[in-house]
DNA sequence: CGACGTGTTGAGTGTGATCAACATCTGTGG
DNA sequence: CCACAGATGTTGATCACACTCAACACGTCG
């Protein structure tokens, strides 16, 4: 694709629509300003396209300004593992400054718009903007805490108390930056991709899923999710319920 | 313990033992000079001690100067999952300022020596040494990393792959650090922590090793590892093994 | 219409969990 | 010096959660 599917914003900064989300915290004048500069463009990347690749170099930065996108492993044999489910708001790529390829993929679950960031620039920001620096600071850590529950669900949780413990997690997520609401969350991807987030067979994560149906906990229709009883879901997944922190946005 | 047991520094940072390492950057004069400042001073954990304890907030930030620990979370019935091993050069407690309070314990596994940062002082090394901040980054990201493997392996990986993978992993990274050569590693930890690390149960972690023993990859005793093949354990697991890029220290 | 993607269900299997007993080793107190 | 307790590691027997294989239902789209 040419200029890496690259094209001219249709978002400026200060129009940007996850400004109005109460998850975020507001931007200073300046650091507005800066953002509008550092932000190069967009990009579309249509349902089940890749944004960037496992073993391959990624030019740019970027924000998931909107849609569904995951962040995956692959092994030689073509077992795959979900690591993140990605939402509006996620910044995507931080790891190609630090190693030379990125060891992750991320791909679109649903159509996605970024706002791509030049990252040779990054630089600049952390030299002229020490507040953005450490709210990417912050959104690395935060995605190191996601990282640490799923790690906890992975290893110590049984299959239905980690379909319940994403479950909630994603409606949660997806209520926050207004993708989800009134007990129903639009899911953009299969019982397969739950498989592979949470290290169960397909076959194996469908089962689980009827037996939560079964116990009035949740209903799954292909494409979305409704959630019939969210405290009981946040139960047996031992989930805290509290109201997140509002966060920055890069 | 009076004053959270900090004590005066042993070691000035300028003659800071990890600097010797070819696995760190160096630093600048002048960087070396805050930091020097930045260090408030040092806090000696002894084995099986607590650092951070989940649920509670950690007044300070602390670099791992000498010693093993390791990061876990626990669930509310008792099940555990260790989610890190830490060795020298690692930073501990960032998540602190980002939540109000730990999400995670950090637990000394050998005696430990920490260098202990005012937390509060965090905003003033952003502010006055982008370099510094832009290697915070670059450590959190690279626990970012580390953090995917294992959970790739969690989730998509057999016992003696997972096995063999941590080992591994643990052996390189120790001796990048000085504490692990001529195919022998110390582990001042059991078996049972391995078990926590991997999400199995100690019993099948404890058959799991016999085999790889049997299958002459590497042998365990109480308190070290022998790495008899390090080749072999490395293609069991799906290990990369090459040499890591030199990592910027805080 | 058939092909394909997704979800559903049953049958049989196996990896890893649980339970239980025992072997070592170390440190401690008598 | 020995007896004992506790921590760690080892091994066998049994169980069950989750995997694999296989078939089918249902929708959409060409």
Redesign the interface.
Known sequence: MENGGVRPRRHDCPECPLLDCRAFRKFAPDELEFMRRFKKGERIVPAGGTVVREGEASEHLYTVLDGWACRF?S??DG???I?TFLLPGHLIG??G????VM??SVEALSDVTLCVFNRNEL?TL??RF??L??D???L??????L??????S????HASERVAFLIVHLYRRAEIVGLAGDHRVEFPFTQQDVA????LSLVHTNKTLKRLADRGLLRWRSGACEILDLEGLARLA?YDLVDP?PRPLI
Chains 1, 2 share one sequence.
């Open positions: 492993k092994l030689e077992r795959r593992q690591l931080l790891q400054s630090v190693m030379d060891q992750h630089w952390y030299e020490p507040s620096a450490y990417v600071t912050w690395t850590s935060r995605d190191e805490m990282l640490d529950e799923n790690l906890t992975l290893g110590r949780r592979d987030a949470l290290g031992g922190l």
